[in-house]
């Protein structure tokens, strides 16, 4: 069955590492997207791309790059960790082929901690 | 951008009816989605409205008013596992393919 994952599950590092999480999705959605969840914040959009090569900034990006070599993969990299950047970090995708009905599945999220 | 408001908590007893409800904000509106979280889980879709009007789905009903900007999900016949955050997204109507933004969720706790 097609899927999207995320590895790892769980990830503690400490201030000052590079991080890169990994998403990788199965559906050969054109469009996959970064977002970051904290309690009182909901979902917060990190980074997004609509295909390959193309990678767009969203509402929280600072601290945080994408890349997109392939149509599978989007994997998300925090430059140098924050504490701030502590939070629980879901990887969505969905079909870019308009029409109205856009639905976004979601990977099972990765919890990182920085210490 | 889009200033999205639903409430933090609900509490409802198994058996009863829910409204949950979100107002929205944008200068372009191009659809309204709902999704579940359960938990320690990952939002799952149970929703989309574009027109205004109900939209029914088993035991869960979503309902949109583009001139008042707002809807509600409705949850009847309450069961125990519907215990979740609900969470209101938008997508705007300058972007078509896809880009979501969502409120802050709203927690429902069923009590038996």
């Known amino acids: 069955d097609a899927e999207i994952t995320q590895s790892p599950r769980h990830k503690i590092t400490e201030t000052g590492r590079q991080v890169t999480l990994a998403c990788h999705q199965t559906?050969?959605?054109?469009?996959m997207f970064w977002y970051r969840q904290d309690l009182g914040h909901g979902l917060r959009l990190i980074h997004y791309?609509?295909?390959?090569?193309?990678?767009n900034k969203g509402e929280v990006s600072d601290g945080y790059s994408v890349s997109r070599s392939n149509t599978e993969d989007l994997p998300l990299t925090l430059e140098s960790a924050a504490s701030s950047q502590t939070s629980v970090y879901f990887c969505?995708?969905?079909?870019?082929?308009?029409?109205?009905?856009?639905?976004?599945?979601f990977g099972p999220g990765t919890r990182l901690t920085v210490l | 951008g889009q200033n999205i408001d639903q409430p933090t908590e609900m509490t409802a007893t198994e058996g009863a009816i829910v409204q949950i409800n979100c107002t929205y904000q944008?200068?372009?509106?191009?659809?309204l989605f709902w999704y579940q979280q359960h938990a320690g889980e990952a939002p799952t879709f149970l929703s989309y409205?574009?027109?205004?009007g109900l939209e029914e789905k088993g035991r869960f009903s979503s309902f949109l008013s583009r001139s008042k900007g707002y809807s509600y999900l409705l949850l009847k016949e309450l069961q125990m596992k519907d215990s979740a955050s609900y969470l209101c997204?938008?997508?705007?109507?300058?972007?078509?393919?896809?880009?979501?933004?969502f409120g802050a969720g709203t927690q429902v706790v069923v009590t038996p």
């Open positions: 944008t200068s372009g509106f191009n659809g």
């Open positions: 997204a938008v997508r705007d109507s300058s972007d078509s393919w896809g880009k979501l933004q």
């Open positions: 969505a995708s969905s079909t870019g082929k308009g029409g109205r009905e856009i639905e976004q599945f």
């Open positions: 409205n574009v027109l205004d």
């Open positions: 791309s609509y295909g390959v090569h193309d990678t």
């Open positions: 559906w050969n959605h054109n469009n």
